[in-house]
């Protein structure tokens, strides 16, 4: 079961690893149009491309979170991933809320279900 949970909080860490790059780095692109569902037009505006690059770095900050949380030693891996796993779900709660319903299942479904293995792993 621990291994599952590492699995799966590194596959949402890898998932905010490509968001940070979407967001930072390839905002006008094609794949960034479709994910975003914006226009090239719209994306290719410096300050869009701005307000994509901090969101990207954010994202960057909880893949580096849930990255830490899996290299860290007990009793702090358990702390940091609850933190990280919970800081996703979060922000998949408000990003479906405020912008796409479709980020609940997209972002905060792999991260509602490895918070449901850490439940699992650690009150079991």
């Known amino acids: ?15 905010h690893v490509f968001i940070l790059w979407l967001e930072m780095f390839a905002i006008p692109s094609a794949l960034a149009a479709r994910v975003f ?41 358990a702390s940091l991933q609850l933190f990280f796993l919970t800081c996703v779900v979060v922000a998949a709660v408000y990003g479906a809320a405020t912008a ?13 279900a490895a918070l449901l293995v850490w439940l699992a792993v650690h009150l079991a």
Do not use: C, D, H
């Open 1 to 15: 079961m621990n291994t599952l949970l590492i699995v799966l909080v590194l596959l949402v860490a890898a998932e």
């Open 37 to 77: 569902g914006i226009s090239q037009t719209v994306q290719s505006q410096p300050e869009i491309r701005r307000l994509f690059a901090n969101q990207g770095l954010y994202n960057g900050f909880l893949a580096a979170g849930l990255i830490w949380s899996v290299l860290a030693g007990p009793p702090l891996a």
């Open 100 to 112: 796409n319903k479709a980020i609940l299942w997209k972002q905060g479904g792999p991260a509602i």
